[in-house]
């Protein structure tokens, strides 16, 4: 192989290999240790579940039932 041609696939090689490359994903995911605490853990899957993040389901709940039609009235 030609020197000039040599370069050229490194600098490619190079190019394609470091160019495009970022430790961001695009989503915004942030991996999580595995090294955490047990507590540490739970505390990733227990925000569903707080009383913050039940209100609207509680609200939506509410506002069906008022809707609801009722026998006898």
């Known amino acids: 192989m030609r020197r000039g041609g040599w370069i050229g696939a490194v600098l ?3 190019v394609v290999l470091i160019g495009g ?27 569903p579940f707080t009383p913050e993040a039940k209100a609207p389901e509680l609200e939506r709940e509410q506002e069906f039932e008022a809707r609801r039609p009722r026998p006898g009235y």
Do not use: F
Not at 29 to 47: E, F, G, N
């Open 12 to 14: 490619g090689l190079w």
């Open 21 to 47: 490359c970022s430790d961001k994903l695009e989503t915004g995911y942030k991996p999580r240790p595995l090294t955490a605490s047990p507590a540490m853990r739970r505390s990733y899957y227990a925000s």
